[in-house]
């Protein structure tokens, strides 16, 4: 039997949220990024296909004349959109990854056979029964095939969410958890409506699910530096007064400064695109050695903070070391025009008679007085060539 008014209040809540993600977005279509614009598709989807499932509850049974194909036509449509929704969500979480369109246009032609495959057996569909049947009754009913479309809906689903875990380390982003969040409502809304058939809770879940991706866009964009995949100086910034505010028993609050030397050089020699490229290393370097021990930041330019608790003076020289060997193996083992120093400074935050411009005014202080003395090795060795 079914449960017109559940109908109702989900789909509308679902058609809420997802309204109100659109009315949120600042950009014109024309100017997003292919992720934005992948995401916003799926809101979009999200909200025709609430629509269009409450209509066809409320055909279902009904026998009035012309009915029979407009369910089949809307059901078909159901079908349609729900494997096209699924297969942009792989396309987003492989952008968000690895923002690389070339890997794009290389694998997902392939991992779009299925999808093809489905969408292919629903247009037979509108003729002869595939997927489902509407009965002389005008009543909706699955067929055993049912399961084709549903298995690679959710194999898409879950395809996304395996890709992200699995590049976690390797890809210096913050999706895993919101990846997460974005499957669990959407596998409960489809369990039970996969069982009880009547109620209508897929696409409330993904509304939810959406919801909780649109949060995490929104918080990359205001404290996640795009080029290195850290976090920026906003969240710097508000990460140090939230040190200053409350008492820590982890340790004392230290920060490494480190500045790419010769970047300026990278900038000139290759052009701006390898010099982002070079950002982008490092914001990897620096997200594998120092891991969950630390904070990476981007500070500016070529500048970045690390801040951690240490209980030593030994343990930031040991997460110096850990940086410096990272940078080593980068060196020797990437295939790139450029190598990657640092010029490396660190100091310890005293809360109780300094301010955080004084505590970045030492960590800036201790940095260049590493990169007088590496200049200074390296004119050194100069002049006794020249002699």
């Known amino acids: 039997m079914i449960n017109y008014p559940a109908i109702y209040i989900a789909n509308g809540a679902a058609v809420m949220l997802l309204s109100l993600i659109l009315m949120s977005a600042k950009r014109p279509s024309i100017s997003r990024l292919l992720d934005e614009k992948l995401f916003y598709g799926m809101v979009v989807l999200n909200i025709i296909q609430c629509c269009t499932e409450t209509v066809v509850f409320i055909l279902d049974g009904n026998t009035a004349y012309g009915n029979h194909a407009l369910l089949i036509a809307l059901n078909t449509a159901l079908f349609i959109n729900n494997i096209i929704f699924a297969y942009l969500w792989i396309l987003y979480a492989d952008y968000k990854l690895f923002g690389d369109m070339r890997r794009i246009n290389r694998i997902y032609p392939y991992w779009a056979i299925p999808a093809a495959l489905v969408i292919l057996g629903c247009i037979i569909n509108l003729v002869t029964p595939v997927f489902f049947v509407i009965d002389k009754f005008n009543v909706y009913q699955r067929t055993p095939l049912y399961i084709i479309p549903f298995a690679v809906t959710y194999f898409y ?75 920026n100086r906003h969240y710097l910034d508000s990460l140090l007064i939230m040190c200053i505010r409350k008492e820590d028993t982890a340790g004392m609050l230290a920060g490494i400064m480190l500045d790419i030397d010769g970047f300026k050089k990278v900038n000139d020699q290759f052009g701006h695109t390898v010099g982002d490229d070079a950002i982008s290393e490092v914001g990897r370097i620096l997200y594998t050695a120092v891991g969950n021990k630390g904070v990476s930041c981007r500070y500016g330019g070529d500048e970045f903070i690390v801040l951690t608790h240490v209980n030593s003076e030994k343990e930031i020289m040991d997460m110096i070391a850990a940086i410096k060997a990272q940078t080593n193996a980068f060196n020797e083992s990437e295939n790139k025009p450029y190598n990657i120093h640092f010029s490396i400074g660190y100091s310890t935050f005293d809360s109780d008679h300094e301010t955080t411009d004084d505590f970045l005014r030492k960590l800036d202080t201790s940095m260049y007085e590493d990169k007088r003395r590496n200049i200074a090795e390296r004119v050194i060795p100069d002049r006794r060539k020249g002699q």
Not at 170 to 195: D, E, R
Not at 199 to 220: P, R, T
Not at 221 to 228: E, G, I, Q, R
């Open 157 to 231: 689903l879950a395809y996304g969410v395996i890709l992200i875990y699995l590049n976690r380390n390797k890809v210096q982003k913050y999706l895993f958890m919101p990846a997460i969040l974005f499957m669990i409502p959407i596998l409960l809304g489809s369990l039970l409506q996969f069982f009880f058939y009547g109620y209508s809770l897929i696409w409330l879940g993904v509304a939810i699910g959406m919801g909780s991706l649109f949060i995490n866009v929104q918080n990359e964009a205001a404290y996640v530096d795009p080029l290195s995949g850290l976090f």
